[in-house]
Structure formats: structure tokens, C-alpha cells
């Protein structure tokens, strides 16, 4: 698991897996506005994805993202990173800290359902 402490890194992140057009990934311009600048947003690696059809596009990891919003809530999204770009990032340095974020992952908004409750609907991703 890594962990992002700067809004910016998760920006450049989500830049990247939309400027190679990786499947897994919120538009940059909503991550800016909703992402808290101070705020720690974590990434926990769930599996290995490819584009077959892309064979340009190198192997990537599929991650489950929680995010910290601005309000403070938390909401969960997914995000295509390439292996060199996750891994210097952060790492959850304690067992603790892990159990809790997967604990938050679980119990977390998407931020589908999030847009949903906030009346935004799922048209601004």
C-alpha cells in the first residue's frame, strides 16, 4: 500500500493514466476541485491489468484509491498507475495504519454513490 500526502501527486497520477488513456481513472479536473490539498489519500494494489489491445501501453496496476475530500470524507475510486510511477510513492509504514485504511476502503463511498448523495450525479466524472 502507498500513500499520497500531496493533492499534486495524486493530480499528476490521474494525469497520467488519462493522458495514455488507462481505463481506471477520475477526470483530473474533478480530482483538483474535491481532492484535499493536505489531505492523504492512499493506494492499495489489487491486480495486475493489461490492455491486449494496447500492447504500446505497459502492464499497470490496478489500484483501489481512497480519497480524502476537502469536507474531509472519504470516498473510493479505482486508478490504473504504472509500476513506475507507484513505486516511489510512500509506504504505509505500520501494520496498524494498513488495517485501518482497508477498513475505510471497505466502508467508503465510490465516488459514483458520493456524486450520487451529493445530488451531482455521476455526469461529472
Not at 484535499?36 to 489519500?41: K, L, N, R, V
Not at 513505486?87 to 465510490?110: C, H, I
Request: aromatic letters at 6%.
Amino acid at each position: 500500500m502507498r500513500r499520497q500526502r500531496l493533492e499534486a501527486s495524486l493530480f499528476r497520477l490521474e494525469q497520467r493514466a488519462c493522458d495514455l488513456g488507462l481505463n481506471q481513472r477520475l477526470d483530473p479536473a474533478w480530482v483538483r476541485a474535491n481532492a484535499a490539498p493536505d489531505g492523504t489519500h492512499y493506494l492499495w494494489p489489487a491486480l495486475w491489468n493489461s490492455l491486449l489491445h494496447r500492447p504500446d501501453v505497459p502492464r499497470q496496476l490496478r489500484c483501489e484509491l481512497l480519497i480524502t475530500l476537502r469536507a474531509g470524507e472519504r470516498v473510493m475510486s479505482l486508478l490504473d498507475v504504472l509500476p513506475d510511477d507507484f513505486t516511489p510513492l510512500p509506504r504505509v509504514t505500520s501494520r496498524e495504519e494498513g488495517t485501518q485504511v482497508s477498513e475505510l476502503l471497505d466502508r467508503a463511498p465510490s465516488v459514483r454513490e458520493w456524486l450520487l448523495q451529493e445530488g451531482e450525479g455521476s455526469g461529472r466524472l
